[in-house]
């Protein structure tokens, strides 16, 4: 089965040994903690595509937010719940403006290609 990359995981075991912790009502035992944090890490990883870089911080984000909001052991759904959305991508912006001359250069070069083109098929 498909587990969380690496630093996920362990972003992932971070928040949940945070929440054990905090002794919630609902926590799991003692001798059930590894198989949750197995469970968690496949449910987390099942069917997403997750970024290292991107999601860290995310994870790390969600966790405190559980821990802040909740009294009771939250379910996978409810970190999904609480995971900020991804930040935008970066978006450049395009400062090309285009001169008369360089107007006259591009409608040169297209007739110079048309022409070739006329001379290929011609042939």
Not at 49 to 78: C, G, H, I, Y
Not at 91 to 99: V, W
Request: aromatic share 6%.
């Amino acid at each position: 089965m498909k587990e969380l990359p690496t630093q996920l995981h362990n972003a992932m075991i971070d928040g949940l040994t945070m929440l054990l912790t905090l002794r919630l009502s609902g926590s799991p035992a003692a001798d059930t903690v590894a198989a949750t944090a197995q469970t968690w890490s496949r449910v987390l990883a099942h069917g997403r595509a997750w970024d290292e870089a991107r999601d860290v911080s995310r994870f790390q984000t969600a966790f405190m937010v559980l821990a802040n909001e909740t009294n009771r052991w939250p379910s996978p759904k409810d970190f999904l719940d609480k995971l900020p959305p991804p930040p935008e991508p970066l978006k450049l912006e395009h400062h090309y403006h285009l001169t008369e001359e360089g107007k006259a250069k591009g409608k040169s070069a297209l007739s110079r290609i048309q022409g070739v083109i006329k001379e290929v098929l011609r042939d």
